[in-house]
């Protein structure tokens, strides 16, 4: 059975038990700040358990893709040196959401193991959590498997969660027994890390929510969450023991093989590449582009260490691109995207293979050389952070290195160093909120204000300092959440509304309006009077804020397409802020966009809004908006019901956002800046409608003000301000030459007044008024006049002291230059060096100029004696 057949058999067994198939989420985990990426078939389904997400099935299976390179779940290191580690895999999953439990997932699993893929029970060992008795008594009594071939096992083992809080509950494992000629024992036995027994199979049975202080609460309905890895059976069904043997892999490093040309196809590097083309490829499909921080940086390690590999193997040249096309071939039908992105995947990877080559090879000669160097057999900490910081070397690939070598890295020492960088300290910093850390609310408001500013609606709820009160005071500030409104929630990018709240002769300013799970929160102030649980409220919208926005948020999906139009259909959104001020929309890219293109965007963006294009929102299922083309934000949660609004043909997206309702509305749209913001990801900043209108008639102001000034047309300032700029460049050549012609007399008169200091001349002296710039060329002319002496120079330029020395070469063997300005520049709190017979130096220090100047005869004394 090939891995494409196995995937499908799983899917069509669980569709024909009433699952609802449903397509694999981006890598990307949507709203879930507590993980990287999406590590395991659930976590698409984590609020349908929690009970937050309602859908119109109970019953789910899926084919997850997934990514454990980073955070708590990370097999990156592992990935090579085992037969089964990967940093992506797929997770065959069947889900339940209250409808069934263990019983029926364990039958499901029994099944399809041993009835639709044929395995024998006798291959099988089954494990449950030791206090889960229910479990073992379905096991036991109504599978009736063989209790010799099962294991009790603790926590560590038998207890799943996704992360340090959300849900969780005892699980039981299915492993299958490759047979007494592979090394190893069964689970729970000393030797269970052994490679004979494997498991397949994983059954959750979900039962708490963990709250951060690790309390349990039961869930409003138990649910099911198992887990099957594709790569891990297909290497069952295929007779083969490793998982790079399946037929997944076998290919794909074949091509790896021929491109680096390499005989050995048992090679590690080979397994190594083959694995990370795959995280790589579907990370960058998901909009993750390499960088210093975050995802981008695992992308990155996960990258290099790749390519550090095909270095081992004998590459010299980029490589790790070419492999693309080899992987489209593999699992390019499965997943169609491969296919529809692999130039853009192919040139993010060879943009990265140019960049690392830069430095790995001197990044080598250094760690090399530390190796030589060291004693005992760990590498400082100072040396590896030193080798990530200036050559890019993440900690995991020196480790590799070492390991390699048979040594280790002060990891301990690194990590210390580390938190000394802001840019690294994020990546771990960002990921560490609370899952459930939001107000206690079970309620779900209905939106009202896609067509209307105004709504009536009963409060449900008040909180004060996050505690639910009976009523908030005049003064007060707390959260409203009410049945229904007019309100829109941040959400999308779009800022959440402002307005009003009343009711009798009370009143309370709305500042701001978010979501919390599906409920909408009113963040407000008592103006007037009070609000108190279950008042019927007047909610009024600042209409004119609203609009100004809307204008805004429309513009940005002009701006989208237009993006891809110009710049290609690699352009993917990775995020914007819509306000009534303003928009700013960052996107994947690889440079900057030239003049000449944001010219053409903005062109683009304002044919668009005179075509006058409709603007509609329809409500449809996401295999239906998918079919119609329209772009998802990678990153955002979306139900199995999607809102898509299209602008004419020109613009098709998923978006929950208030928009005008024709394009015309926009009214203008001006681009007013472009920059990078990480590597891969660049921002445009624009004003719409009325922002952008104020803007153009700002900018014609000062094209006004500075034609005053140079006294000129508005339509020729700039030839204008040509001519005066051609003309201070030519008085400031004649300034050049008056200060030579300066310099040189003052040098005539410095010679004149020369001090004999043992029969030497020497020339010490502050000058005012004299450049750096000219400052060297009076130095010059002066050992010229004198013949045969000593001159130092000091100046005030720009707030700092400037110094300068010299010494005529019949006089080097007695007194150098760079000995001579050191020695003066620690007067000014500066540092200096040069050559022997010239040398200059600088200091914060200018107003002990004359200190310096003064020592410079006692030093000459006591150098000659």
């Not at 198939?21 to 609020?47: E, H, Y």
């Not at 060992?125 to 599978?143: L, R, S």
């Not at 963040?523 to 926005?549: H, Y």
């Amino acid at each position: 059975m090939t891995s494409n057949e196995l995937r499908e058999t799983f899917l069509k067994f669980f569709e024909d038990k009433g699952h609802r198939r449903v397509a694999s989420a981006s890598l990307i985990p949507a709203n879930d700040p507590t993980l990287l990426f999406v590590n395991a078939g659930m976590v698409p389904f984590k609020d349908c358990f929690l009970g937050t997400d309602k859908r119109d099935y109970v019953r789910a299976t899926s084919a997850q893709r997934c990514v454990r390179a980073g955070g708590k779940h990370n097999d990156l290191e592992n990935v090579g040196y085992t037969a089964r580690h990967h940093t992506f895999f797929e997770m065959l999953g069947n889900f339940s959401f209250g409808d069934y439990s263990k019983r029926e997932a364990i039958k499901f699993a029994w099944e399809f193991l041993t009835e639709k893929l044929g395995l024998p029970e006798e291959k099988l060992w089954v494990t449950v959590f030791h206090e889960d008795q229910e479990a073992e008594d379905i096991w036991f009594n109504e599978m009736g498997i063989n209790q010799e071939r099962f294991s009790r096992l603790g926590e560590a083992d038998n207890y799943w969660s996704m992360g340090d809080t959300g849900p969780c509950g005892p699980c039981s494992e299915i492993f299958y027994d490759h047979g007494p000629d592979v090394a190893g024992g069964p689970p729970g036995s000393p030797d269970e890390d052994g490679d004979r027994y494997i498991e397949i199979w994983n059954l959750v049975f979900m039962q708490f929510n963990r709250d951060k202080d690790g309390t349990m609460t039961p869930l409003p309905k138990p649910s099911v969450d198992t887990g099957m890895g594709l790569e891990r059976m297909a290497a069952v069904m295929q007779k083969v023991h490793s998982n790079y043997e399946i037929d997944l892999f076998s290919d794909l490093i074949k091509s790896i093989a021929k491109i680096l040309n390499v005989g050995d196809l048992n090679n590690k590097s080979l397994r190594v590449i083959a694995d990370h083309i795959r995280s790589t490829a579907f990370l960058i499909i998901d909009g993750v582009v390499p960088s210093n921080e975050g995802r981008g940086y695992v992308l990155r390690r996960i990258m290099r260490r790749a390519i550090r590999h095909g270095h081992k193997l004998g590459a010299t040249d980029a490589f790790f691109y070419q492999v693309v096309a080899a992987l489209v071939k593999q699992m390019g039908d499965a997943y169609p995207e491969l296919k529809e992105k692999s130039a853009h995947i192919e040139s993010t990877i060879q943009r990265e293979e140019e960049q690392f080559a830069r430095t790995l090879d001197k990044g080598m000669k250094i760690l090399a050389q530390s190796l030589e160097d060291m004693s005992g057999t760990v590498i400082s900490g100072e040396v590896v952070f030193t080798l990530y910081d200036t050559y890019g070397f993440p900690d995991d690939l020196t480790a590799d290195i070492a390991r390699e070598k048979g040594l280790t890295i002060d990891q301990e020492g690194f990590d210390r160093l580390m938190k000394k960088q802001k840019e690294t300290s994020k990546a771990a910093g960002k990921f560490g909120v609370d899952y459930n850390e939001s107000l206690n609310i079970d309620t779900q408001t209905e939106f009202l204000g896609y067509d209307r500013f105004e709504s009536e609606a009963k409060v449900v709820y008040l909180f004060k300092d996050n505690d639910a009160v009976e009523q908030l005071e005049k003064g007060e500030t707390g959260v409203v959440i009410t049945e229904k409104t007019a309100f829109y929630a941040e959400g999308g990018g779009q800022v959440g509304d402002k307005g009003i709240l009343i009711v009798g002769d009370s009143k309370a300013a709305v500042f701001d309006t978010v979501k919390v799970n599906n409920a909408f929160a009113h963040k407000v102030k008592v103006l007037e009077g009070r609000l108190a649980q279950s008042d019927s409220v007047q909610l009024i919208v600042d209409e004119d804020k609203r609009s100004a926005t809307a204008v805004h948020h429309s513009a940005t999906h002009l701006l989208h397409s237009a993006l891809r139009e110009v710049l290609g259909n690699h352009v993917t959104q990775k995020g914007s802020y819509v306000d009534h001020e303003r928009l700013r929309f960052d996107f994947a890219h690889p440079e900057a966009v030239s003049s000449d293109e944001l010219a053409l965007i903005e062109k683009r963006v304002n044919d668009e809004i005179r075509k006058n294009h409709a603007v509609s929102a329809e409500v449809m299922p996401m295999d239906k908006a998918k079919e119609r083309g329209a772009l998802a934000l990678f990153g955002e949660k979306y139900g199995d019901d999607v809102r898509v609004l299209t602008m004419g043909d020109y613009s098709t997206e998923l978006c929950g956002g208030t928009h005008v309702s024709r394009t015309g509305d926009i009214g203008s749209f001006k681009i007013i800046q472009e920059s990078g913001i990480a590597s891969g990801v660049r921002r445009i900043e624009a004003l719409a409608g009325r922002a952008a209108v104020k803007f153009s008639q700002q900018q014609m102001a000062l094209i006004q003000q500075l034609a005053h000034q140079v006294k000129s047309e508005p339509a020729k300032v700039s030839e204008k301000v040509e001519q005066l700029l051609h003309k201070t460049k030519e008085l400031e050549k004649q300034l050049e030459k008056l200060n030579g012609k300066l310099a040189s007399n003052r040098g005539t008169e410095l010679v004149a007044n020369a001090k004999d200091v043992k029969g030497i001349k020497v020339i010490a002296e502050e000058l005012t008024g004299v450049d750096g710039k000219s400052l060297r060329d009076l130095m010059d002319q002066i050992k010229n006049k004198v013949g045969s002496g000593v001159v130092v120079l000091g100046v005030e330029s720009k707030g700092k002291a400037s110094l300068i020395a010299g010494v005529t070469k019949d006089l080097t063997d007695k007194i150098k230059a760079g000995d001579l300005v050191k020695h003066a520049a620690e007067f000014v709190g500066g540092k200096g060096g040069g050559r022997p017979d010239m040398a200059q130096a600088g200091g914060p220090n200018p107003e002990k100029l004359g200190q310096a100047i003064s020592s410079v005869v006692p030093f000459i004394e006591q150098s000659i004696n």
